[in-house]
Nanobody, 122 residues
Framework: DVQLQASGGGSVQAGGSLRLSCAAS????????IGWFRQAPGKEREGVSY?????YYADSVKGRFTISRDNAKNTVYLNMNSLKPEDTAVYYC??????????????????WGQGTQVTVSS
């Protein structure tokens, strides 16, 4: 079975940092991309970052977030620095193989993790 386990969320003050992890199993990890999405209360789910052979970022997080993957550990990380209150959301990781221009399209991902809460206070 495909499983994605997101972890690392928590509560921080603005300007702080967190590192999220997405541990994957049940598929050939190196053949697929992993995307990070987030959903704030009352808002639609939005793409944050994506990693396969290249990395991509939403404009709102460029320069602050860094995605990386360890194929030996079947894990993708999202390092989040200079956090802002507007980064508050539940963060999800998902597996898929979207073309680069479509990485933000959540419907192109096959499986989703359970989400981890990130809360940034001002």
């Amino acid at each position: 079975d495909v499983q994605l386990q997101a972890s690392g969320g928590g509560s921080v003050q603005a300007g702080g940092s967190l590192r999220l992890s997405c541990a994957a199993s049940g598929f050939r990890f190196g053949d697929y991309g992993i995307g990070w999405f987030r959903q704030a209360p009352g808002k639609e789910r939005e793409g944050v970052s994506y990693s396969r052979t290249s990395t991509y970022y939403a404009d709102s997080v460029k320069g602050r977030f860094t995605i990386s993957r360890d194929n030996a550990k079947n894990t993708v990380y999202l390092n989040m620095n200079s956090l802002k209150p507007e980064d508050t959301a539940v963060y999800y990781c998902a597996v898929g193989r979207p073309v680069a221009s479509a990485w933000l399209t959540s419907s192109l991902y096959y499986y989703w993790g359970q989400g981890t809460q990130v809360t940034v206070s001002s």
